[in-house]
């Protein structure tokens, strides 16, 4: 059967104009149905996986604010009195029957922190089996893996600190597999103009779980107790595993129910995009300037990313001085728009290189600016509007909000250079950026000791400084085409 796409080649190195396959002016396929596609199916599932996932990870950080002794630690978390007291009258009491730990402000940074210590190290491993194997199954036993070390938390907790940051460490290795997993798995499924949209669905199941699972977590915490936040949030996980290894496969021709227009219509677009080669080219690779630049715009945005991830809700308490259900609730708000965001500007990508006829770097360098430079302005503002609580929300939230045109920047430049090891690349990236999740929140720690609106205030602004030198190197360096390295065997000319 004649391919209903042409044949694209990339471009013939890593410097010049962007000639993205697709993108050219030879005739472009007519897109299979979007409508009960299999592309989509895994887009959607995925995106409950990742759901899944963050509420996995962020559930602690409101939890640990109901599971530490505030008399016991009154000496180490400071709440200023700059903020006048915001909670409203609450007229159910609070249920107390959750143990309390005499865990000082020190160690807390260390239990919040341990996660990225186990993330951190299958990272890049995950990346190499995953472009070897297929996805399905590491991504899939990665969650399963989390959901069951999250029921032992708070066994864990009761064993002592030790034990607890050695339990969310395992945590962490079994999320690290997760992203890599994935980006490997749209290598073969995700068509070059369909990208922006596909992996923005899925990864905003990410944003979707911070903002379900920072309330929910309060709620339960407040008419309950914190143990029964990491019961429910690991049952529900085991659950999608189940719906994960049932209807998920791993490319699209060992797809069960895919059409026949559809595997053809992703097989033939990815054409000349993909490698044969066995093994992977780690030297060009990792000499690869657009790779570095990728590096440091990860490395970058998750700093402010982590830092607010892990010490939002603790700045509400704190410093904005709201209770813990008011808590939950306000911390999960910049998410919402997060998600919201990193959906419209998934469309709006995509439809700019297809339509418009935008160039695939020219896109990713905008989007990546909006979601950097943008977040950073904001972060400062919130600093430095003091105690004015409606707006210290807003302007997070609109910093949280503008951080989603990265999932159409940098976040998927790694499908653009070097589709067929996409998984690698997320995995050394990602190594990287995982860092901020491991002494972000302990230098914001240690710059807060008596939490006031000064001290965050030099927490912000440093977290801005770095998102905007991450997005400024990104502009400069990045690229929109497959790269040489990427394409041929090694050091052999393409035909």
Same mark, same amino acid.
């Given at each position: 059967m004649k391919s209903p796409v042409p044949d694209l080649a990339p471009s013939d190195g890593e410097e010049g104009e962007d000639r993205t396959p697709l993108l050219q002016r030879a005739p472009r396929a007519e897109t299979a149905p979007v409508c009960r596609s299999a592309r989509y199916n895994l887009a959607f599932l995925a995106f409950f996986g990742f759901f899944v996932l963050y509420s996995l990870r962020v559930n602690l950080s409101v939890a640990l604010v109901d599971m530490v002794d505030s008399n016991t630690t009154a000496a180490d978390n400071r709440t200023a009195n700059e903020c006048a007291e915001h909670s409203t009258p609450i007229k159910v009491l609070h249920n107390q029957t959750g143990k309390k730990y005499r865990w000082d402000a020190e160690t807390q940074g260390w239990i919040l922190g341990s996660f990225f210590y186990g993330y951190i190290i299958t990272q890049i491993p995950a990346g190499y089996v995953a472009s070897r194997s297929g996805g399905k199954l590491l991504l899939g036993f990665g969650v399963l893996g989390t959901s069951v070390f999250t029921l032992f938390t708070p066994l864990?907790?009761?064993?002592?600190?030790?034990?607890?940051?050695?339990?969310?460490?395992?945590?962490?290795?079994?999320?690290?597999?997760?992203?890599?997993?994935?980006?490997?798995?749209?290598?073969?499924?995700?068509?070059?103009?369909?990208?922006?949209?596909?992996?923005?669905?899925?990864?905003?199941?990410?944003?979707l779980g911070t903002v379900v699972s920072l309330p929910l977590s309060g709620i339960v915490c407040f008419y309950m107790n914190w143990t029964y936040v990491f019961y429910l949030f690991g049952i529900v996980g085991i659950i999608w595993f189940i719906l994960w290894i049932w209807l998920v496969?791993?490319?699209?021709?060992?797809?069960?129910?895919?059409?026949?227009?559809?595997?053809?219509? %992703?097989?033939?677009? =990815?054409?000349?995009?993909? !490698? @044969?080669?066995? *093994?992977?080219?780690?030297?060009?690779?990792?000499? &690869?300037?657009a790779l570095w630049a990728i590096v440091v715009a990860h490395f970058s945005y998750n700093w402010t990313f982590y830092t607010l991830l892990t010490l939002l809700p603790t700045y509400m308490k704190e410093v904005l001085r709201f209770n813990i259900q008011e808590n939950g609730f306000l911390s999960a708000v910049p998410y919402l728009g997060c998600w919201l965001c990193m959906i419209l500007s998934g469309q709006a990508a995509d439809n700019l290189r297809a339509k418009w006829n935008f160039s695939t770097l020219c896109v990713r360098r905008v989007f990546s600016l909006i979601g950097m430079i943008g977040p950073a302005v904001f972060l400062v503002?919130?600093?430095?509007?003091?105690?004015?609580?409606?707006?210290?929300?807003?302007?997070?939230? %609109?910093?949280?909000? =503008?951080?989603?045109?990265? !999932? @159409?920047?940098? *976040?998927?430049?790694?499908?653009?250079?070097?589709? &067929?090891?996409?998984?690698?690349?997320?995995?050394?990236?990602?190594?990287?950026?995982?860092?901020?999740?491991?002494?972000?929140?302990?230098?914001?720690?240690?710059?807060?000791?008596?939490?006031?609106?000064?001290?965050?205030?030099?927490?912000?602004?440093?977290?801005?400084?770095?998102?905007?030198?991450?997005?400024?190197?990104?502009?400069?360096?990045?690229?929109?085409?497959?790269?040489?390295?990427?394409?041929?065997?090694?050091?052999?000319?393409?035909?």
């Open positions: 864990a907790a009761d064993f002592g600190v030790g034990a607890i940051i050695a339990l969310r460490a395992l945590e962490g290795l079994g999320e690290g597999v997760t992203f890599p997993a994935m980006h490997a798995m749209w290598s073969s499924w995700a068509p070059p103009l369909e990208r922006s949209k596909l992996l923005s669905i899925s990864y905003a199941g990410a944003q496969s791993d490319t699209p021709e060992t797809h069960k129910t895919i059409s026949p227009y559809e595997k053809e219509y %992703i097989l033939s677009s =990815l054409r000349n995009q993909l !490698s @044969s080669q066995k *093994s992977v080219p780690w030297v060009p690779m990792l000499k &690869s300037l503002a919130a600093g430095f509007i003091g105690c004015d609580y409606s707006l210290a929300v807003a302007f997070l939230t %609109i910093s949280t909000t =503008l951080g989603g045109f990265c !999932s @159409s920047g940098f *976040s998927i430049n790694h499908l653009d250079i070097a589709p &067929s090891y996409a998984g690698i690349l997320l995995g050394i990236t990602n190594t990287f950026a995982t860092i901020p999740g491991m002494i972000g929140p302990i230098i914001a720690r240690s710059l807060t000791p008596e939490n006031t609106v000064g001290e965050w205030q030099t927490v912000f602004c440093l977290a801005a400084a770095v998102n905007v030198f991450g997005a400024i190197f990104f502009t400069l360096f990045s690229k929109g085409e497959v790269q040489n390295w990427a394409v041929r065997d090694h050091g052999e000319p393409r035909n």
